[in-house]
């Protein structure tokens, strides 16, 4: 609900936003029919994707995650992420 809240108070700040939830942080196993064999974890954390217009502001310095590559994570078409 905090991430809800914050995003709802952006007023223009950003480009764009994408709520990805409780990104996966270490994949599933599944066996040759597709049946899973040990169940995937996922973040405690909510995540959002934020394309921002300048520097992102106060309220949301020191809240970046990397999602190290996994399948689920996201980007902006064309657009390289950046660590600051």
Do not use: C, R
Not at 24 to 50: H, L, Q, R
Not at 61 to 73: C, E, Q, R, V, Y
């Amino acid at each position: 609900q905090d991430a809800k809240d914050k995003i709802a108070t952006l007023d223009g700040e950003a480009f764009g936003v994408v709520e990805l939830g409780f990104v996966m942080t270490k994949e599933g196993k599944y066996d040759d029919e597709g049946n899973e064999t040990k169940a995937p974890t996922f973040s405690n954390k909510y995540s959002v994707d934020i394309l921002w217009k300048d520097l992102e502001p106060d309220g949301w310095k020191g809240k970046k995650i990397k999602l190290n590559g996994l399948a689920n994570s996201h980007n902006f078409y064309g657009i390289e992420y950046q660590d600051d």
